[in-house]
């Protein structure tokens, strides 16, 4: 039986991730030159292609973009929105809430092991963190970062 059999069974899913992770993944992929045709992310990216380092661009995020994360994702319609740190128990609690059971068992991903967008970003002072949560509030007290 397919997941999503006909339009009107579709459930439309959405992944959430931590702002302060977003950002660190968006300048190590606009740094990388992986971002091309993305244009949700525009703004963002092109602030992040002009910051000298990491650090300049949360920085100017900060202070010229405070809360753009959470309007990109506010932008999507969604039935469902999954963190991605909750990744893969997350999706498989969800596609047998949905009534896919006979899928859970194809989704058993073992042995994944995160792989940070930059080490650059986790030697950032933690002020600095906690001003990027403040900025995209709203978003963080949806999902509970802190």
């Given at each position: 039986?397919p997941f999503?059999?006909?339009?009107?069974?579709?459930?439309?899913?959405?992944?959430?991730?931590?702002?302060?992770?977003?950002?660190?993944?968006?300048?190590?992929?606009?740094?990388?030159?992986?971002?091309?045709?993305?244009?949700?992310?525009?703004?963002?990216?092109?602030?992040?292609?002009?910051?000298?380092?990491?650090?300049?661009?949360?920085?100017?995020?900060?202070?010229?973009?405070?809360?753009?994360?959470?309007?990109?994702?506010?932008?999507?319609?969604?039935?469902?929105?999954?963190?991605?740190?909750?990744?893969?128990?997350?999706?498989?609690?969800?596609i047998y809430?949905?009534?896919?059971?006979?899928?859970?068992?194809?989704?058993?991903?073992?042995?994944?092991?995160?792989?940070?967008?930059?080490?650059?970003?986790?030697?950032?002072?933690?002020?600095?963190?906690d001003q990027?949560?403040?900025?995209?509030?709203?978003?963080?007290?949806?999902?509970?970062?802190?």
């Open positions: 039986m999503f059999p006909g339009l009107d069974d579709t459930i439309r899913l959405s992944m959430v991730r931590h702002p302060c992770r977003w950002l660190a993944s968006l300048y190590a992929a606009v740094k990388e030159d992986s971002l091309r045709g993305h244009e949700h992310v525009s703004r963002a990216a092109r602030l992040a292609e002009s910051s000298r380092n990491i650090y300049e661009f949360l920085q100017d995020y900060i202070n010229l973009m405070p809360g753009y994360y959470t309007d990109v994702h506010d932008r999507y319609v969604a039935d469902a929105v999954l963190r991605v740190e909750d990744l893969p128990e997350a999706f498989t609690s969800f809430a949905a009534g896919e059971k006979d899928m859970v068992r194809y989704t058993m991903v073992c042995g994944l092991t995160p792989v940070n967008a930059t080490d650059e970003f986790y030697n950032v002072h933690p002020s600095l963190w990027i949560v403040r900025c995209e509030q709203d978003l963080c007290i949806a999902y509970d970062y802190s």
